[in-house]
């Protein structure tokens, strides 16, 4: 399970672009990222509810009707709701995950948006997302979608991934980088 194929030919590619053309189809694709984008904030923020998606202890019947509560309280769409229930009908709930990752990604590239993964020490604002979206697009010279999550480990600062490369300007790696450089000292 842990290794599951994220391309466009494996288990998740296969759902995620079955539902992409469905969206299409209904011009509903920004409707369905932007569900499917509060969908994943939700399985990050929370444990029960990633044991859930990730246990195949739980029957097929209870996935389903704790997924059909969290639908409902999210206020997706009707196609993203489907889809989900879908998902998880076929026991396919441990990659709904990397399905939305493939989703997302799929619909950035087909646009011609690079998508640049952000992590930071604490939520940025509406402000600060802005500047960090502007600042990317002069950089990289195309359209960037953000995808930004919160890990306060970080200290302070930021991770920056777009593609292949990556800036971390987290305080927990500088003060690593200066830990490393004192050992070297003494």
Do not use: C, H
């Amino acid at each position: 399970m842990a290794g599951e194929d994220t391309s466009l030919s494996g288990l998740a590619g296969r759902y995620a672009l079955a539902l992409l053309e469905l969206a299409d189809d209904k011009n509903e694709l920004d409707t369905v990222a932007e569900d499917l984008r509060g969908l994943k904030q939700i399985l990050v923020e929370s444990e029960d509810l990633r044991r859930l998606v990730d246990s195949p202890l739980y029957s097929r019947e209870q996935q389903s009707k704790a997924i059909s509560a969290i639908l409902k309280k999210a206020s997706v769409n009707e196609l993203t709701r489907r889809f989900v229930l879908v998902v998880t009908e076929n026991r396919r709930l441990f990659v709904l995950s990397d399905m939305i990752d493939v989703y997302l990604a799929e619909l950035s590239r087909r646009r011609g948006e690079v998508t640049a993964k952000v992590t930071s020490a604490q939520d940025l604002s509406d402000t600060q997302q802005q500047a960090l979206t502007e600042a990317l697009k002069k950089s990289m010279g195309s359209k960037v979608q953000v995808d930004v999550t919160v890990d306060p480990s970080l200290i302070g600062g930021m991770i920056v991934k777009v593609g292949s490369r990556m800036i971390d300007s987290s305080l927990r790696s500088k003060l690593q980088r200066l830990q490393l450089a004192m050992k070297g000292v003494g």
